[in-house]
């Protein structure tokens, strides 16, 4: 089901449900409103019935979507919630496809032989007042769904949209749910509307834990900002410390969403991985310009209210995994590596460690001390690489290319475990990379700092 899984394996005791049961859970709530329509005596026209099953299959992926977008940890506890964002955002295009031919497929057969006849029956459908939430419904998904994808070429700023996203999905569940109760073929059987009805209870309930509950425990959990510095060029690091009890305990490599300054209940909040150690008094993170919020980051003041959802994420290290480790960090991607970093340092397992951290120029390189005293402390053998580098840079240079991947990791460990993170041109190069250098795409994990 997940097209990629490319976390790391989870540990045990991690919660939330293995993917294969996942898999059989989210199949059978797709396939339930299909056969029960198979199962039900009265029978239309082929083409009717098609129509029908394309529209049903489509409005149950959309109650599903809810359930996938709300960072549930039963969710996505062990699959990784990278995974099923990926999945929600590839069922949401097969969505798309079957909920704009639901309509069309009632006069499929017609359209060759008599297309005028197949207009104004399409026509007639379209102003029916009887089909009218229907077609409020088919309307809102179109927009919603080509905005999610299109989203970066939107004018809006990504809160805007994402609240947009949730108020639109929220009326085309309602406007679907009255259309398939009042017109859908086969909601007559009382296990159909009773399935329509439990689904959009599911959404009302997502909705009430996502927008009410979540941020009424983070109100139990309020952390502060203890200090905003620069530490390279457009790149700050943010620390943030608990108020009342203890920072969440999580594993080295992690994200969360941090709410700086606002509401709990306000949609104002981002995803960033943990560039410290598990702490329990202090979250450290690297936060790079690039958009309204983050260009703001600098401007922030110490004892601001922050709040935050998490730790979510799976680039982490397995447990009882003696594998070598490779890392390949470009740019702010160093952050989840730092903290995986740190956790090893405290540790001196004697894994081996290697680190190829590219950036373009050298006043971008974060925590270059650190990292030159994790040389001398357990042994790391760091390779920074710049693009843009000054006359008497003495490292490798280029980007992070196959020859340079080559040149520094020589020779290949196969057995190595490889973690990459960085914006995402940079992970699809690298991975490409080092899959035509003989690694394996298993041994391979990466951390997208984009959904
Ligand atoms: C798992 C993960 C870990 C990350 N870790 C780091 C990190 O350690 N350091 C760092 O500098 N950056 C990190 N990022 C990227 C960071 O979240 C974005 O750069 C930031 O949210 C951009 O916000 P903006 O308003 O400044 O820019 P905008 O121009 O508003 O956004 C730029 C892009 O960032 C994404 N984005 C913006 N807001 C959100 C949001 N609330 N939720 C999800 N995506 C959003 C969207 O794709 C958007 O198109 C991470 C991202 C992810 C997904």
């Known amino acids: 089901m997940a097209p990629e899984r490319r976390g790391a394996k989870p540990r045990a005791g991690m919660q939330g449900l293995p993917a294969p049961l996942l898999v059989l859970l989210y199949l059978a709530f797709l396939a339930f409103p299909l056969v029960l329509a198979l199962l039900d005596g009265e029978k239309s026209a082929f083409w ?15 109650l599903s979507e809810f359930v996938l977008s709300g960072r549930f940890t039963l969710v996505s506890g062990r699959t990784g919630i990278d995974a099923i964002m990926r999945l929600h955002q590839l069922t949401a295009r097969v969505a798309f496809v079957l909920i704009v031919l639901h309509p069309l497929l009632y006069v499929w057969p017609r359209m060759a032989s008599d297309p005028l006849g197949a207009a104004s029956i399409l026509g007639a459908m379209f102003t029916s007042v009887s089909l009218r939430t229907g077609v409020i419904a088919w309307v809102l998904t179109i927009i919603l769904i080509a905005m999610a994808i299109w989203r970066n070429h939107l004018l809006f700023t990504y809160e805007t949209w994402r609240l947009s996203h949730g108020l639109g999905a929220a009326f085309i569940a309602a406007f679907s749910l009255h259309h398939v109760l009042t017109i859908g073929s086969h909601s007559v059987m009382p296990a159909l509307a009773l399935y329509w009805q439990a689904g959009f209870g599911l959404v009302l309930l997502t909705l009430l834990h996502v927008y009410i509950l979540r941020p009424l425990l983070q109100l139990r959990a309020p952390y502060r900002v203890a200090f905003v510095g620069k530490v390279a060029d457009r790149t700050w690091l943010l620390v943030i ?16 969403w941090l709410n700086i300054g606002h509401s709990p209940f306000s949609l104002t909040e981002h995803p960033f991985s943990i560039a410290s150690a598990p702490h329990p008094a202090r979250l450290d993170f690297l936060i790079k310009e690039s958009g309204d919020f983050t260009n703001k980051i600098g401007a922030v003041s110490p004892g601001t209210h922050v709040w935050i959802d998490g730790p979510y994420g799976h680039f982490t290290l397995q447990e009882d995994d003696s594998r070598p480790l490779v890392f390949i960090a470009g740019g702010v991607g160093i952050a ?18 290697s680190l190829v951290y590219g950036n373009r120029h050298v006043s971008q390189i974060v925590a270059v001390d650190d990292l030159r005293a994790m040389q001398a402390s357990f042994g790391l053998k760091l390779n ?3 693009a843009e580098p000054p ?5 490798m240079t280029g980007d992070l290319s196959e020859p340079v991947l080559r040149a520094l990791l020589s020779p290949l460990a196969p057995a190595a475990r490889y973690m990459v993170c960085g914006p995402p041109p940079m992970i699809d190069a690298v991975e ?3 899959k035509r250098l003989g690694i394996d795409r298993a041994a391979i994990f990466t951390e997208r700092f984009r959904y």
Not at 336 to 353: A, H, T, W
């Open 432 to 434: 490409a990379a080092l």
């Open 241 to 256: 410390e608990p108020q009342q009890a203890k920072a969440i305990t999580f594993e080295a490599g992690q994200f969360v």
């Open 336 to 353: 989840p590596v730092l903290s995986i970093l740190r956790e090893l340092d405290r540790n001196r397992s004697g894994q081996k460690v």
């Open 48 to 62: 009717r019935e098609i129509a029908s099953a394309a529209g049903a299959l489509g409005f149950a992926i959309i």
């Open 391 to 395: 006359e008497n840079w003495d490292g």
């Open 384 to 386: 920074l690489v710049l």
